[in-house]
């Protein structure tokens, strides 16, 4: 009964231990989304910024690729871990990219 007790005890610590490996790989997988968006948001602005002041125009359509980005990872994080801040700041900034996207597509057809 003993070595029974022994072996239901390895297998607990082990489980516990692959969960420990699962959660290092999830943090690590966020940390990796959040520097890749924010280095994409750095580009983006560098590129707006270089067209702003060579040819004096706006290209909002960046703007709306960034929130949108920022915007549905929010939105989503909020809903799966049921934060009702993250919902509502996602969908902020969804909105604000939809306005971005009109303002846009305003400027493609004018």
Known sequence: MNERMDKNEILKVAKKEKSKGKEFENRVGIKSNLVG???ALIVGIILFLVEYFVKKTWNIALVAVFMTAAGVQMLY???RIKSIWRIIVGVIQILI???????FIGQVIS
């Open 37 to 39: 968006l924010l280095a």
């Open 77 to 79: 994080e909020g809903i």
């Open 97 to 103: 990219a939809l306005f971005f996207s009109l303002g």
